[in-house]
């Protein structure tokens, strides 16, 4: 079985300052691991992915996340936050074998001006 | 990137109706799909996973019966709530995998059951 956690439900951050959203995972295999934004009233967006080959994974907006196998987490970050950042984040893991993705329970990120 | 649209994104129905939400990959093939119900500030609810050409796999909890999927062709699902109630009010969202297992999401429907 594969699961995710999100250990924070809210996160805040003034502008300008780094942010980091924290997303542990488990899985029986090679993970494939994502992240996702999600604004008010809309779907969910991608951000990044982690497949394989560099632990540090750049993606949209300026975000980025580092795999760590030993720590089995894939935390999002950001040098610099935007207001514009603020929405709800989801971590999601997906098996190699597996035929679909485990989320988490989103963390609602809340950068302040 | 691959485009997944949903319709309507809003309706709002008369308990006891159905209603038909459409969920299409418009740029690309999907022969699964995956639907969704969200509850607000609360995690997606895996409800199925829809698939081309064969019945629909429905997650433990999820009645077949209220909650009906047709995977039509290549690029659409569609979902049926039937006899609907106000409890099934939600926001629900499908999704199709493309590219080593990212899952591109439509915009979702906003379903208010009075």
């Known amino acids: 079985a594969q699961s995710v956690a999100q250990p924070e439900d809210q996160v805040n951050v003034a502008e300008g300052n780094p942010l980091t959203v924290k997303c542990t995972y488990s899985?029986?295999?090679?993970?494939?691991l994502f992240w996702y934004v999600q604004y008010p009233n809309r779907g969910l967006q991608f951000l990044l992915k982690?497949?394989?080959?560099?632990?540090l994974v750049k993606g949209s907006y300026g975000f980025e996340a580092e795999f760590n196998k030993s720590q089995t987490s894939f935390h999002l970050k950001k040098p610099s936050a935007l207001v514009s950042d603020s929405a709800l984040y989801f971590c999601?893991?997906?098996?190699?074998?597996?035929?679909?993705?485990?989320f988490g329970d989103g963390t609602t990120l809340t950068v302040k001006p | 990137g691959a485009v997944v649209s949903q319709h309507p994104s809003r309706v709002i129905c008369k308990s006891g109706t159905s209603v038909k939400i459409e969920c299409r990959s418009l740029?690309?093939?999907?022969?699964?799909m995956f639907w969704y119900r969200q509850f607000p500030k609360q995690s997606l609810m895996l409800m199925a996973t829809?698939?081309?050409?064969?019945?629909?796999t429905y997650e433990q909890g999820v009645e077949k019966d209220k909650f009906l999927i047709n995977h039509a062709s290549l690029t659409l699902s569609t979902l049926t709530v039937t006899s609907a109630h106000p409890e099934d009010s939600s926001f629900y969202i499908c999704?199709?995998?493309w590219g080593q297992g990212t899952q591109y999401f439509g915009p979702g429907t906003r379903l208010l059951v009075l």
């Open positions: 999704s199709a995998p």
């Open positions: 982690y497949i394989t080959g560099d632990n």
């Open positions: 740029d690309f093939q999907a022969t699964t």
């Open positions: 899985v029986s295999g090679n993970p494939y």
């Open positions: 999601a893991v997906r098996d190699t074998n597996a035929g679909k993705s485990t």
């Open positions: 829809s698939n081309e050409g064969s019945k629909a």
